[in-house]
């Protein structure tokens, strides 16, 4: 029976993941998982799993830095949303890799492939994975982008990767976080304070200790009987509250 390791430092990345593989190839034991790159070494060295799947960029110990340490010890993986970086690379067959979020026609191309490869080893290719990492290191081990670039939401079963441009307003009660669309809405358990530190704030304007807005969705301002200034959501009924420490942002409107 094939083995495998999954290194992802989102908890939610690694579920859908083993979800899908599951579905694609139901034979696969995953015999462990990994939130980082110096983890999945450490499972490598304790497990020797036939396969790892390892997140490109991972806090600490890239997955970059972990497939050299690596080495031929284990078929590697890559798990990237940064396809514009690697995909023309991994198509050669060298690597395999996986883009995020998981598609099942794209994994079940990596599957067949990882499955000729455990079958017949080839040891040409495990002689080209370290002169391809290095080719790759610099473009992929960029720096991340300084602010979130999507969301990430559970709807039922499947997991939503939600560009941020896409959203309208974020809204939290005391225990989720609505993130709105024109189209559907999602939950997500990462309060307002969080993401008001991570998202563009030329994007998005807290407006409220629970309510942030993208400046784009914006209709307008208006006042109520009561004084309250609630901003109107392009295409949206809702009307969200203003607290007043937050006024002075629609003075220039």
Not at 48 to 72: C, Q, S, W
Not at 75 to 81: D, E, L, P, R
Request: aromatic share 6%.
């Amino acid at each position: 029976m094939p083995t495998a390791i999954i290194a992802d430092d989102e908890r939610l990345m690694r579920d859908q993941l083993r979800m899908r593989l599951s579905e694609a190839w139901p034979e696969l034991e995953i015999l462990g998982e990994a939130k980082n790159g110096e983890e999945a070494v450490e499972l490598v060295d304790q497990l020797n799993p036939d396969l790892t799947f390892l997140d490109i960029r991972m806090p600490g110990k890239t997955g970059m830095e972990a497939a050299r340490e690596i080495g031929d010890r284990s078929q590697i993986v890559f798990v990237t949303a940064y396809d514009q970086y690697a995909v023309e690379a991994f198509e050669r067959g060298a690597i395999d890799y996986v883009l995020k979020p998981t598609e099942p026609e794209r994994l079940k191309v990596t599957v067949d492939r990882l499955k000729q490869r455990l079958e017949r080893p080839d040891e040409s290719v495990n002689q080209s994975v370290t002169a391809m990492l290095s080719q790759l290191a610099e473009k992929i081990a960029a720096p991340k982008p300084k602010h979130l670039q999507w969301i990430q939401a559970s709807i039922g079963q499947d997991l939503r990767m939600i560009p941020v441009e896409d959203i309208l307003f974020f809204r939290s009660d005391e225990k989720y976080t609505c993130v709105q669309t024109a189209g559907f809405e999602a939950l997500i358990r990462k309060p307002v304070r969080d993401l008001a530190d991570e998202l563009d704030p030329s994007l998005f304007w807290q407006i409220h200790r629970a309510t942030l807005v993208n400046v784009n969705a914006i209709e307008g301002v208006t006042r109520d009987i009561r004084g309250r200034h609630l901003v109107q959501i392009k295409g949206r009924p809702e009307k969200l509250e203003v607290s007043r420490s937050f006024l002075h942002l629609f003075k220039q409107m």
